[in-house]
């Protein structure tokens, strides 16, 4: 560190410490990814837990607003906001539950299935991108451990 008139200042930032964080190192990736993300999805007009949302429900015709608020980890109130924009915008449908009279099971319309395909290619050429400097081993074992974090 130098000194000018009794005032440090830093050429070159120290993030040792920070380095050796899980959470940091997380965030860090994730700010890669999402900020790339963003731009990639701003055409369909998704931020990434809509298109997860999306995704669930693509991939589990008929899940309820329940079932996405514990897999994603989300409040309630957010998913039904969600939920009612999703239907908005003609993406969704909701079905009376089978079992559960008070539930609704949601499904992807047409127009929700066709946005769909289109933003999961274009978030598997994203993924593609962002882990282009991992091998698909090391790609496997950083997504085993990051699920060891949060499961």
């Not at 380095?19 to 990639?40: D, P, Q, W």
């Not at 109130?77 to 449908?93: C, D, Q, Y």
Request: hydrophobic letters at 40%; glycine letters at 6%; charged letters at 20%.
């Amino acid at each position: 560190m130098k000194t000018t008139a009794d005032k440090p200042f830093v050429e070159k930032v120290n993030t040792r410490y920070l380095e050796t964080l899980v959470g940091y190192n997380a965030r860090r990736a994730a700010l890669a990814v999402i900020s790339h993300f963003l731009e990639e999805m701003a055409v369909y007009d998704l931020r990434p837990v809509d298109f997860s949302a999306l995704s669930l429900i693509t991939h589990n015709p008929g899940i309820t607003s329940r079932q996405l608020c514990n897999t994603l980890g989300l409040q309630a109130p957010n998913i039904v906001a969600m939920v009612n924009s999703f239907e908005k915008r003609g993406l969704i449908a909701r079905h009376a539950h089978p079992h559960d009279g008070r539930a609704f099971g949601l499904m992807l319309t047409a127009q929700g299935q066709t946005l769909m395909a289109q933003a999961e290619k274009t978030a598997s050429g994203l993924e593609a991108a962002v882990a282009s400097r991992l091998t698909p081993e090391e790609r496997k074992t950083m997504i085993q451990l990051l699920k060891k974090v949060y499961k």
